[in-house]
Structures are given as structure tokens and as C-alpha cells.
């Protein structure tokens, strides 16, 4: 199906992308650097990228759910009754029975490293730049 949407896109003159990855890192760049406004979608993957807005479920008509990060205080104080066991998760990763190998934390960061830093496509550019700026300690 890819291939016959993007040979459609050259048919008709239309400028596309192909994510070199995900196409959810690429998605996301794409929100991050304002060259979309919103991202359409089914699922909810692009919010963990942080995406500012995200419409899920769009019907032929238009319509659909939209997410919008800047309104996700006003859920969470909404809903504050039912976090209330949510003060006592930092006593519990202090537990001294619990104990976490540096082996486990290593492959944590990594594992972070790789879905924070993942290579994206730059229209700007025309090249790959990670999704997120490099911190100096990576």
C-alpha cells in the first residue's frame, strides 16, 4: 500500500516522506519543528513523543478525538481522587529489598537513548538529524 500512495504522490506532484524508522519519531519531528500543525492517527503512540496536538479516530467527515497536551493538567485535576496512591510510590522505590542491577539500568538507558534520539528525517536539512538534540553526556 506505501507504494502505491507514494506512487500516487509523484503522480500528482505532492511532496511526501519516507520515515527512515518509525513513522511516529518522524511524525513527531515533523509537530516538534512546527512543520505540522496537528497528526492524525489511529493510536495513541506520538503521545509519549510529546506531540502538542493529536487527532485520533478522524472519519470521512472530518471528526474525530483530539488530544491536546496543553489540557492534560486540567484532566489530571479532574481526576485527582482517583491518583491517591500515587504519594506513596516514591516510599516504595526507596524499599531497601528493592534492588535494581546496573546491568538492568544500563539497558534502560540505553533502550531510552535509542527511542529518544532515533533518527528522523529533515525536509529543512535533507538529511537525518536525531529526533531529539543530543545531550552532552550521550
Not at 104 to 133: G, M
Amino acid at each position: 500500500m506505501a507504494h502505491d500512495v507514494i506512487e500516487e504522490c509523484r503522480r500528482r506532484d505532492i511532496d511526501y516522506i519516507v520515515a527512515p524508522y518509525e513513522a511516529d519519531a518522524q511524525l513527531a519531528y515533523l509537530a516538534q519543528t512546527k512543520m505540522a500543525d496537528v497528526i492524525v492517527t489511529e493510536d495513541s503512540d506520538l503521545i509519549p513523543f510529546g506531540c502538542e496536538k493529536v487527532l485520533f479516530k478522524m472519519d470521512r467527515a472530518g471528526f474525530g478525538q483530539l488530544y491536546e497536551r496543553s489540557k492534560l493538567g486540567d484532566c489530571f485535576g479532574a481526576a485527582a481522587d482517583r491518583f491517591n496512591t500515587l504519594p506513596k510510590l516514591p516510599s516504595y522505590l526507596k524499599m531497601p529489598s528493592l534492588s535494581v542491577s546496573s546491568q538492568y539500568i544500563e539497558d534502560f538507558l540505553k533502550a531510552e537513548n535509542t527511542f529518544r534520539y532515533q533518527l528522523v528525517f529533515c525536509p529543512e536539512r535533507k538529511e537525518l538529524v536525531p529526533l531529539n538534540p543530543y545531550d552532552p553526556w550521550v
